[in-house]
């Protein structure tokens, strides 16, 4: 009996189909080290009341029926399409936003989230987030904004908001404005996708 019968001789499709498996396999480790390694440090901000501390419960997967108003700051680290987020979600009520320039540096991504309801606010928070974009700090910085309680009737349009914000003028970085309710989670993935396929990827071309 030929001793060589049973084993597979290069070349044969059970080989090949080894080699393939063999290098898709080292190929996904290859990418899944990539992903996993890519780390934003992304600052939360928005006007107080504006569900900040909710929408990050939410990225978290954690209870979101015990948020409490962020006094200070809060910082968690978010896995999320690959991606450690690492977000510093800082309170919103007038006192704190002075400090809000502190926690600027080296910011990969600001996230601006505004309560689409409260219409009375609109010109305050656009003035807010105007003086965050002149900060030396966050020149080029892309900014992503959610429109959040889009689940009330009252919400305006996110469209709407942009065109009052003027976001149109911000021609020197990359900007979205994603509608969204962090209560029901709506909107807050296509967000993720966002940055996944915007941020993420420039700063692996860089």
């Known amino acids: 009996m030929n001793s060589e019968m049973g084993r597979p001789r290069a070349g044969t499709p059970r080989t090949v189909h080894l080699e393939l498996f063999t290098r898709g396999l080292f ?7 990539g992903t996993t390694e890519q780390e934003l440090r992304i600052v939360l901000l928005g ?9 990050l419960k939410k990225l978290a997967s954690e ?10 700051f ?7 399409h690959g991606m450690k987020l690492n977000v510093w979600d800082i309170g919103g009520q007038r006192k704190i936003r ?9 910011t990969d991504l600001l996230i601006y989230v505004i309560d689409s309801a409260d219409k009375k606010r609109f010109e305050e928070t656009g003035l807010e987030l105007a003086e965050l974009i002149d900060e030396e700090n966050m020149k080029d910085v892309p900014v992503l ?10 919400a305006s349009p996110a469209s709407e908001i942009a065109e009052g914000l003027n976001l149109h003028t ?14 029901s989670g709506e909107g807050v993935q296509d967000g993720m996708n966002w940055i996944s396929c915007n941020i993420v990827k420039a700063k692996k071309d860089t």
């Open 47 to 55: 006007l107080d009341n504006g569900g900040k501390t909710t929408l």
């Open 145 to 154: 904004i959610f429109a959040n309680k889009q689940d009330l009737a009252t």
């Open 63 to 72: 209870d979101i029926n015990t948020v409490t108003p962020t006094q200070g």
């Open 170 to 183: 911000y021609r020197d970085r990359k900007w979205q404005i994603q509608a969204c309710s962090a209560l």
């Open 74 to 80: 809060n910082i968690k680290s978010v896995t999320s």
């Open 98 to 106: 002075t400090f809000w320039k502190k926690y600027l540096e080296n």
């Open 27 to 33: 190929s996904v480790i290859q990418k899944l080290k």
